[in-house]
């Protein structure tokens, strides 16, 4: 009973966090916190833009006369989730367990999403069958963290319930991106697609940023802040009707299909919104659209999931008449992932936005390329072995290192809890505490009464141990 009332409170809690929402990017944000830092960021961001053309028509070339490295020869990038949640919010997501599911069906999202493999293609009306276009990336959860050791792919920080997240949007929330800010730290960048997963708790309805490598030096963002944020629970795609994603603003749609991370992973290898964040003008009349021939002028974004009302296409909007020339033959792109509309809504990625992309990550002189040189790091490593997967999805010790508070969290479906031991590395014991409550996700130690140094926390269950080597600082 205590379980089950211990479940309503936190759902309670947890259910409280998120209202319907209207999909935001934070794409228009993070430009304006470049330009904040150097106004010269607005005419190199416009610059990059006006050279996406150049870059796709370049790499389409280059494909076309074999001069181009194949995609096959290249590995799947490795990618880290980051989760700084609190504990109602891990309650939320069902435990460790929970998380790993999520991870796991998101990498299975992006591989297709990003290979022209989405089952739901056959939504696609027949006037943009043409345009549906693989880019040739692959993705992997990294199995082996920056010291060696075998990871799941993710980790997971349990932060203070108040506020229950990180604020700072118009500067790229960096503080979750730093362990001395209470966040977690960068895998090396060089190596690993960082992917923090929070809670945005100061801009209704933003879904996810992307710091991308060109605003990163050089006046930009720190270079150990590259990579995507995402707010926690619009994470993988729904495997379960109970499963907690948030729901889109009037309809009964949730962002629950891994989107989200499509989206924003655009973003990271340098394409634009489709309506280029022109203000809403077309460009015969002052706006700029997002750079690419292929993408129809756009007069603004695009919400929810309308019924199409063109033969073939989509609907149209107020960029589809340049005088008395149609510009959009099969409606506004409003099935493209980079665009607004809901998950169920987005469809493809054309020709030029991949051929962008793929110049970034499969050229040897792109600027993600190093990315796919680590796929050892897809392989789980031999100081943990195989036979540790299970075990490693099920139990987080964090944070780690910790200046005291160490929290414990695990799959609620391991076995009973029965002892907590922590000892020194001489193997002196120096906290123990037998477990009476059942139920429980998170337990909580405090060490900062002890000296720095190394110590060995050890979970007793009624099937055996599980031991984690923790660093007091």
């Known amino acids: 009973m205590k379980h089950i009332i211990y479940s309503i409170v936190i759902w309670s809690l947890v259910s409280c966090t998120q209202a319907f929402a209207q999909r935001q990017c934070g794409f228009e944000m993070t430009k304006a916190a470049l330009i904040a830092k150097d106004p010269a960021w607005a005419t190199k961001l416009q610059n ?46 069902g435990g460790v367990s929970g ?35 693989s880019a040739g990336i692959h993705f992997g959860l990294a199995h082996t963290d920056p010291s060696g050791h075998g990871t799941p792919g993710f980790e997971v920080k349990i932060i203070p319930n108040t506020p229950g997240g990180f604020s700072g949007a118009s500067s790229n929330y960096s503080n979750s991106k730093h362990a001395s800010l209470g966040g977690i730290d960068a895998w090396d960048v060089n190596k690993y697609l960082n992917i923090w997963c929070t809670n945005f708790v100061d801009f209704g309805g933003l879904l996810g940023l992307t710091t991308f490598k060109s605003g990163t030096g050089l006046g930009g963002f720190p270079l150990d802040e590259e990579g995507i944020v995402l707010n926690y629970a619009v994470v993988g795609k729904r495997t379960a009707p109970t499963d907690y994603y948030i729901p889109t603003t009037y309809h009964s749609d949730y962002y629950d299909q891994g989107r989200t991370l499509t989206h924003e992973l655009g973003h990271f290898f340098e394409i634009w919104h489709t309506w280029g964040d022109d203000g809403g003008f077309c460009p015969w009349n002052g ?90 790091l897809l392989n789980w490593s031999p100081i943990t072995g195989v036979s540790n997967v299970t075990e490693l999805s099920n139990l987080s010790i964090s944070p780690n290192p ?58 007793n269950f009624a099937s055996g141990k599980i031991t984690r080597k923790i660093s007091l600082q």
């Open 99 to 133: 998380v790993q599911r999520r991870v796991d069906s998101q990498i299975a999202v992006i591989n297709r999403d990003f290979n022209r493999q989405n089952p739901d293609s056959v939504l696609i009306p027949s006037g943009w069958k043409p345009l549906y276009a």
């Open 48 to 93: 990059q833009k006006a050279s996406l053309q150049g870059i796709a028509d370049n790499y389409k070339k280059n494909q076309a006369a074999g001069s181009s490295r194949k995609t096959t020869a290249v590995a799947p990038i490795p990618v880290i989730f980051h989760y700084l949640v609190t504990e109602a919010q891990l309650f939320q997501l």
């Open 402 to 459: 910790t200046t005291g508070i160490v929290y414990i969290t695990f799959n609620e479906n391991t076995d009973a809890l029965q002892e907590i031991t922590v000892t020194d590395i001489i193997g002196k014991t120096i906290y123990k505490s037998r477990i009476t409550e059942t139920g429980k996700l998170v337990y909580s130690i405090d060490l900062s009464a002890f000296i720095k140094g190394i110590y060995l926390v050890t979970c």
């Open 287 to 376: 706006g700029s659209d997002d750079g690419l021939a292929d993408t129809p002028p756009e007069g603004d974004s695009k919400y929810f999931a309308y019924p199409y009302t063109i033969a073939g296409g989509t609907y149209r909007d107020s960029c589809h008449l340049n005088g008395s020339v149609e510009q959009q033959p099969y409606g506004a792109p409003t099935l493209d992932f980079m665009n607004y509309t809901d998950d169920v809504a987005m469809q493809l990625f054309t020709p030029d936005q991949v051929a962008v992309m793929a110049s970034m990550v499969l050229v040897p002189t792109g600027e993600n390329y190093s990315l796919t040189q680590h796929s050892e």
